[in-house]
């Protein structure tokens, strides 16, 4: 549901995984709440288990994920962001149901963690799985945003001249 109401907001999911995040990496992640009362219960949610893990594209990606996760608590999201992701899945601060980077170059320092190096990926189109997630790194962030942007703005032109519904789907 969450993946589906991303999409109808305009995202690309460029790369997905499902992970459970260590201890480091959560701490990580989330060093801005060390010291507040509830980071422990934070750190021990995140990595009690499997987090589904994405790289979303989109013109103002970053401004944009902030405004459809909604408010840190879900009790402020309902109040004032009713139609957010935080609004409709989350249950209190620690189980908000969604996160996200706090700006582009931590977006950038994030995916590299983990989501690793495009090295490790074989160029030979035969041994490419088109299902396969394509990897972000710092080197191709900006030209496959901008590609993604692209795509997304031709899919609304065509969508505009071929009068589609907002309810079909479109592969893209």
């Given at each position: 549901e969450i993946e589906e109401q991303i999409?109808?907001?305009?995202f690309f999911i460029l790369a997905k995984k499902t992970e459970k995040l260590t201890?480091?990496?959560a701490a990580?992640?989330?060093h801005s709440h060390h010291g507040k009362d509830y980071y422990e219960?934070?750190?021990?949610?995140?990595?009690?288990g499997p987090s589904e893990i994405l790289v979303l594209s989109k013109e103002n990606a970053v401004e944009s994920w902030k405004e459809l996760m909604?408010?840190?608590?879900?009790?402020?999201?309902?109040?004032?962001a009713p139609v957010s992701l935080?609004?409709?899945?989350?249950?209190?601060?620690?189980?908000?149901?969604?996160?996200?980077?706090?700006?582009?170059?931590?977006?950038?320092?994030?995916?590299?963690q983990l989501f690793g190096n495009i090295d490790?990926?074989?160029?030979?189109?035969?041994n490419v799985n088109e299902e396969d997630p394509i990897i972000i790194t710092e080197e191709n962030?900006?030209?496959?945003?901008?590609?993604?942007?692209t795509i997304q703005k031709r899919y609304k032109l065509f969508k505009k001249k071929t009068d589609i519904s907002s309810d079909e789907t479109v592969g893209y």
């Open positions: 999409r109808k907001s305009g201890q480091e990496n990580q992640f989330y219960e934070l750190i021990n949610y995140m990595t009690s909604g408010p840190e608590t879900p009790k402020q999201a309902m109040e004032t935080r609004a409709l899945y989350g249950v209190d601060l620690v189980h908000n149901a969604v996160d996200g980077s706090s700006d582009v170059d931590q977006a950038k320092t994030e995916i590299t490790t990926i074989d160029e030979d189109e035969e962030f900006e030209e496959l945003t901008r590609a993604a942007t």
